[in-house]
Every structure is written in C-alpha cells, then in structure tokens.
C-alpha cells in the first residue's frame, strides 16, 4: 500500500503553492464528497491538509487535485501513525454527552471505572466482548441497544429493554445464548432514540466503545487492552 502511496505524495509535495485557505478547500471537497466536511487544518506533511468527514480522514492538496482516501499518515522519524492518533482525537467525545439514561447500566464492585459500549444483540464480536467484560471489576458499564444488523436485532433489543431485568436478559442472550422471552409492550424509544443518536456519532459497527475520558475504540477490543486503557484514565 505504500509503495502505491509514494508517488502521489511526491507528485503533491512539488506542486506550486497556492493561497488556499481553508475554507474553500472544505468547500471544494464538500463538493468532491458530497457530503458535510466537519474541519479542514494543515496535515503538516507534504503540504497536504487534512479533511475530516464522515468519521474519516482524508488528504488533499491546496488545489485538491488529488484525494488521499484510506491513506495512513507515518511520521518518518517516529514511526507513529499520525492519521490514527487524529482520528482518536477527532472521533472522542465528552463522555457527560452520553444520554446514559438510554443504556443499559451493570456496576460492579465500586463501580468507580466507567465505559460505555454501542451493541447490537446479533453482533458476533457484541457477544465475545459481553463475556470478556464479565471479567472486569469495580467498573460500571453502560450498554446502548444499538440495532443495526436486521429487524430481529430489533426486535431483540426492544424484548430486552422491556425485561424486568434488563442486565440479566442481556447477558442471558449475549452470554449463555438463551433468547430474550419478554414482550415489546413497554416504552421502547429509547431503542430508535439510540438508533438516531449512533447516527450523529457516525457508529457504522458494533461493538463500539466509548471509555471515561471520551476515547472511541471501533471493535471487539481485547480485555487486556480494555484494563489497560481503564487504569490509564484518572
């Protein structure tokens, strides 16, 4: 992939500078994309900029004849990929923003660590995630019912939120596979409020997770990675 990568990077690290600002390139690319550009900074690297929308990262010129799409960005010198550390930076939120009454709440021990998670109940990586968390302590969870995969995912979300024990019917059904047995008879807004909330946060997959400090982190992220970032956070 890089080796596709180094000829446009050297062929846009030649080209003419221009006076761009950056708000006709966000308005240039809008039209190249069609949709909104969130923010438009200097990359610092090759005289690109970076143009963030849709959740992701993109690369342009100051004339934006050309479009980096899926590039990854490596500091030569450090070897860090910068285009993953600004899209950690850039997709984090303040996790207060979270409408926590909507989620499904598990506290255990002193509850003191805190994460959120986006699942969908016919998500594979959902369900090997439900049971690595079983495993951590002293940790309040907050599961949004996030129904993305089919109307039975649907269906299942709604049966879960209307049990009398909305921990245990989740992990009923997301650890021992037994399926949810409740109706669909009480408010089930909060599902399609979910829906509509993992819209604007642009959550194309589950499970995501949100952690304390307002870090996102797309995937079934492995437990120890889950500890650690945990006891990172004050």
């Known amino acids: 992939m890089l080796k596709k990568l180094l000829p446009l990077a050297l062929a846009l690290a030649f080209?003419?500078?221009?006076?761009?600002?950056?708000?006709?390139?966000?308005?240039?690319?809008?039209?190249?994309?069609?949709?909104?550009?969130?923010?438009?900074v200097k990359s610092g690297y090759l005289g690109l900029y970076e143009v963030y929308a849709d959740g992701n990262i993109f690369y342009t010129d100051?004339?934006?004849?050309?479009i980096m799409v899926n590039a990854q960005m490596i500091d030569a010198k450090t070897m860090k990929n910068v285009t993953e550390e600004r899209v950690r930076k850039l997709t984090a939120?303040?996790?207060s923003d979270?409408?926590?009454?909507?989620?499904?709440?598990?506290v255990r021990g002193d509850g003191k660590r805190v994460l959120a998670t986006f699942e969908d109940p016919n998500c594979g990586y959902c369900k090997r995630l439900a049971k690595d968390l079983l495993k951590l302590d002293n940790v309040t969870i907050y599961t949004f019912l996030y129904p993305i995969l089919s109307e039975d995912s649907v269906r299942k979300s709604k049966q879960i939120w209307c049990s009398a024990d909305r921990v245990k019917a989740?992990?009923?059904?997301?650890?021992?596979?037994?399926?949810?047995?409740?109706?669909?008879?009480?408010?089930t807004t909060a599902v399609s409020k979910n829906q509509e909330f993992g819209r604007k946060l642009n959550i194309s997959g589950t499970p995501t997770i949100f952690f304390g400090d307002g870090e996102r982190v797309p995937g079934a992220v492995p437990l120890a990675r889950i500890e650690q970032k945990l006891?990172?956070?004050?």
């Open 93 to 95: 939120i303040k996790f």
């Open 170 to 187: 989740w992990n009923d059904w997301m650890v021992d596979g037994k399926a949810p047995a409740g109706k669909e008879d009480c408010d």
């Open 62 to 66: 100051e004339k934006m004849t050309a």
């Open 231 to 234: 006891s990172q956070i004050k």
């Open 98 to 106: 979270l409408p926590l009454e909507r989620a499904i709440k598990s």
């Open 15 to 40: 080209v003419s500078p221009l006076k761009a600002n950056e708000a006709e390139i966000k308005k240039g690319m809008e039209a190249k994309l069609g949709t909104r550009v969130e923010s438009v």
